[in-house]
T-cell receptor
Framework: LAKTTQPISMDSYEGQEVNITCSHN???????ITWYQQFPSQGPRFIIQ???TKVTNEVASLFIPADRKSSTLSLPRVSLSDTAVYYC???????????FGKGTRLHILP | DVKVTQSSRYLVKRTGEKVFLECVQD?????MFWYRQDPGLGLRLIYF???????EKGDIPEGYSVSREKKERFSLILESASTNQTSMYLC??????????????FGEGSRLTVL
């Protein structure tokens, strides 16, 4: 898996758009970018995955520039319930050894 | 709905006891994983299995073993529990898929305290 770097923590306010950027300079041609969200005392859950350009679902958007060396998870109009840890993973489907980094701890303030 | 079920949400054991943590998935997934999570350290991979009876060490296998006799069940074993194994243990599964997909599905976690 490609190594990723993301901020350790971020604060934002309710109603704001939050963008979390992940750096992955050594991403390989076949690698996909996947984001997970983890609430306290729960296991992580998948939120979005992409290969290039932009992907959007009901939870978030994922922006990937042409060089794919970074990606940005965008959470529109956050609420207190979006307080969680967000993990960025980069890898190929053949990677069996799936390693998580420390993630970004997002704290939403009222 | 997909489901990964961990047998116990909370366990309290004594030093030296043998501990079994069970994980069952109902999605016919090939791959299964055991992680532990500690404050400030994120999720760390203990062991994973890519098929029945196949297992590979993760980053922190010391003090642990695993068993996968059936496709749906992946067990984590602490042969002799120690206090430094007090942690949250998370099981996950997936089917590797070429292209998009192949995401991990996690259980709710098992919080183990070793006294």
């Amino acid at each position: 898996l490609a190594k990723t770097t993301q901020p350790i923590s971020m604060d934002s306010y309710e109603g704001q758009e939050v963008n979390i950027t992940c750096s992955h300079n050594n991403i390989a041609t076949n690698d996909y970018i996947t984001w997970y969200q983890q609430f306290p005392s729960q296991g992580p859950r998948f939120i979005i995955q992409g290969y290039k350009t932009k992907v959007t679902n009901e939870v978030a958007s994922l922006f990937i520039p042409a060089d794919r060396k970074s990606s940005t998870l965008s959470l529109p109009r956050v609420s207190l319930s979006d307080t969680a840890v967000y993990y960025c993973l980069v890898g190929d489907y053949r990677d069996d050894k799936i390693i998580f980094g420390k993630g970004t701890r997002l704290h939403i303030l009222p | 709905d997909v489901k990964v079920t961990q047998s116990s949400r909370y366990l309290v054991k004594r030093t030296g006891e043998k501990v079994f943590l069970e994980c069952v998935q109902d999605m016919d997934h090939e791959n299964m994983f055991w992680y532990r999570q500690d404050p400030g350290l994120g999720l760390r991979l203990i062991y994973f299995s890519y098929d029945v009876k196949m297992k590979e060490k993760g980053d922190i296998p010391e003090g642990y073993s695993v068993s996968r006799e059936k496709k749906e069940r992946f067990s984590l074993i602490l042969e002799s529990a120690s206090t430094n194994q007090t942690s949250m243990y998370l099981c996950a599964s997936r089917t590797p898929q070429q292209g998009a997909g192949g995401e991990l599905f996690f259980g709710e976690g098992s919080r183990l305290t070793v006294l």
